[in-house]
């Protein structure tokens, strides 16, 4: 979704307006500690100091809130001009469940710091343990439980409350989590970045085993050695074997062939084929190699749940009998 953060204007104060009601009566709806009503000068005076902003996409809004960058009142001592608050956060009804709070965090982590500031804070009520949990799943830290006054410096929703107080601290190296929990909210539209950075990992740390045993080999050659091993192939045989791209069979036999480990010769049945075959080489060295592999499938099957394979099967047996694109036309046309 190619989603914009912009300021509110004028003309969208009436649906922002219905955003907070139709949030307050979900609230209830829900059982959820409910606000107090909400305070549309705040909202009006968010929206005139250009404090206030919104998620869109397609002309749509799919989320509000407000920054600030002082908050005395709640924050009392601990207000020293160096946080971004971020206050009055609603989700249009249509677009709940979409995680947008994903977006506000990245979005304001950014703001913050290039304004040069320490901190992002926010609060919320005191007596919902499952939302604090879910704030603290960003990186946000507990810091206090406050009772905010009855004073009009404050939206009518926010007085008299029993708050939870929340810190992310950006020079804790907390916004390296952001991004593992952001791809981790995304659920299944995120399943592709979280399968390459998973591999991205494996293939690293396996760079380091072959460095460490003077292994002069890199990650998924083991593939090209055990395949070879059984038998010779054409270079279009081992792509279709293991599924890979043609051009990225032929990249990684260019490797291969350029240290001294797979070579090249007519077939005999047909001389238009090139045959590929192992060196005699990597027939000495293989045994070493294949010791290793052992204890790296020992290893990575202790990490692993035991239907994990089974699982990874079965999405890739579901999209050879039909396309995810044949899939998104039947989706888009029931």
């Known amino acids: 979704m190619n989603y914009r953060i912009t300021h509110t204007s004028q003309s969208d104060l009436p649906f922002i307006f219905m955003v907070f009601e139709q ?31 919104k998620i869109s996409w397609g002309g749509e809004i799919l989320c509000v809130f407000s920054i600030c960058y002082s908050d005395k009142v709640i924050w009392r001592k601990k207000e020293n001009g160096d946080a971004l608050y971020i206050h009055r956060m609603a989700v249009a009804p249509n677009h709940r469940g979409e995680r947008h709070f994903t977006k506000v965090l990245r979005w304001a982590i950014e703001k913050a710091r290039t304004k040069h500031l320490s901190y992002i804070r926010m609060d919320t009520w005191d007596d919902n343990p499952k939302i ?40 804790a190296g907390s916004g390296k989590s952001v991004m593992k929990d952001y791809i981790n909210e995304l659920d299944y539209i995120g399943l592709s970045a979280r ?47 293991l599924k890979f791209s043609h051009p990225a069979v032929v990249r990684i036999i260019k490797k291969m062939k350029g240290r001294g480990y797979v070579q090249s010769g007519e077939d005999k049945d047909d001389s238009r084929r090139q045959i590929l075959s192992l060196t005699a080489k990597s027939k000495k060295l293989l045994p070493r190699f294949e010791g290793e592999w052992d204890n790296i499938q020992k290893v990575l099957n202790d990490c692993t749940p035991h239907d994990f394979l089974k699982s990874i099967r079965f999405i890739e047996e579901k999209l050879s009998q039909k396309s995810l694109f044949e899939r998104l036309q039947e989706v888009r046309s029931s």
């Open 23 to 53: 949030a307050i009566a979900y609230q209830k709806e829900q059982n959820y500690t409910v606000w107090k009503g909400y305070d549309k000068d705040a909202l009006r005076n968010d929206l005139k100091n250009r404090l206030q902003y």
């Open 132 to 171: 604090v949990k879910y704030y603290e799943s960003f990186g946000f830290q507990f810091v206090e439980y406050f009772k905010t006054p009855n004073t009009p410096e404050l939206p009518i929703q926010h007085r008299n409350l029993g708050l939870t107080l929340l810190q992310f601290d950006l020079n």
């Open 195 to 241: 399968i390459k950075r998973l591999s991205d990992l494996l293939n690293s740390e396996a760079r380091k085993v072959y460095a460490h045993l003077d292994f002069d080999i890199e990650p998924n050659w083991h593939l090209v050695f055990l395949a070879l091993n059984e038998q010779s192939l054409s270079v279009t045989e081992l792509a279709q074997q």
